[in-house]
């Protein structure tokens, strides 16, 4: 009789245990790779029993993606304009929240970026540079916009490769298959690519800002996790984890 409470009480208990665990599943730019994945083993200490996936890849096709009943909790947009049209059109169970506002850079692992501007993509030695492509990703929208504002578009445009999202436009760089790439400033500054090349500062009035925004989805209307998540990277720990990545950061409210 014994051995069969003990058995009950441990089938109670685990029960329990599961019925407090919770999952989300996020969606992510790119730029966040590294951040994010600190923040979120950050937020795990205080709950080991919850479980976080982070997917990343282009802030435009996770707009479409929403859209189409992806199974995403929350989506981290590099355009906070993304979030605001899925808001706008009831996609979202919160108010769109700005996080943070980021950079873009040159950067190459074959030469020395931080003694180079965008004029030097000009040069006939550069044959091969990539950027995200514009056409969903707001990392290449932005460096679009900075290329065109210095009149250099046309004359580099063949020399373009385009990355699916600002990580696989790294990743270009990185292997060789481009020369030089205009990136986000919070890949460049992680120590592994860091230790492989410096970096350029593109001037931000070069381009429009990059203001980034996340929402909880209309699917997590009722995830409690997603919204104890959404207010751990607002918190003191996950602000200093973004600035250390470059990233300038909205007020606090």
């Given at each position: 009789?014994?051995?069969?409470?003990?058995?009950?009480?441990?089938?109670?208990?685990?029960?329990?245990?599961?019925?407090?665990?919770?999952?989300?599943?996020?969606?992510?730019?790119?730029?966040?790779?590294f951040a994010l994945d600190e923040i979120a083993a950050e937020f795990r200490k205080a709950h080991p029993d919850d479980t976080i996936e982070i997917v990343y890849g282009s802030s435009g096709k996770f707009f479409t993606q929403i859209q189409q009943d992806a199974p995403y909790d929350l989506y981290f947009s590099a355009d906070i304009a993304f979030p605001e049209k899925l808001a706008k059109a009831g996609f979202a169970a919160s108010e769109v929240k700005p996080y943070a506002v980021g950079r873009i850079v040159l950067w190459s692992a074959q030469m020395d970026a931080s003694k180079l501007t965008l004029k030097n993509l000009t040069d006939s030695s550069i044959t091969r540079i990539a950027i995200a492509n514009p056409k969903h990703a707001p990392y290449g929208k932005r460096a679009e916009e900075a290329l065109r504002s210095t009149e250099m578009w046309a004359s580099v445009e063949p020399k373009l490769v385009y990355g699916e999202n600002i990580a696989h436009t790294a990743q270009f760089v990185?292997?060789?298959?481009?020369?030089?790439?205009?990136?986000?400033?919070?890949?460049?500054?992680?120590p592994e690519l860091a230790r492989q090349g410096d970096h350029y500062l593109i001037p931000d009035t070069l381009h429009e800002p990059l203001t980034q925004g996340h929402i909880i989805t209309k699917r997590a209307a009722d995830n409690a996790l997603a919204e104890r998540f959404a207010v751990f990277v607002d918190s003191k720990p996950a602000r200093e984890v973004m600035t250390r990545y470059g990233f300038t950061l909205p007020a606090k409210e």
């Open positions: 009789m014994k051995t069969i409470q003990t058995l009950l009480l441990a089938v109670c208990c685990l029960a329990a245990s599961l019925a407090q665990a919770e999952k989300i599943v996020i969606a992510a730019a790119s730029d966040l790779k990185q292997t060789g298959n481009a020369q030089i790439g205009i990136i986000a400033l919070s890949l460049a500054l992680n």
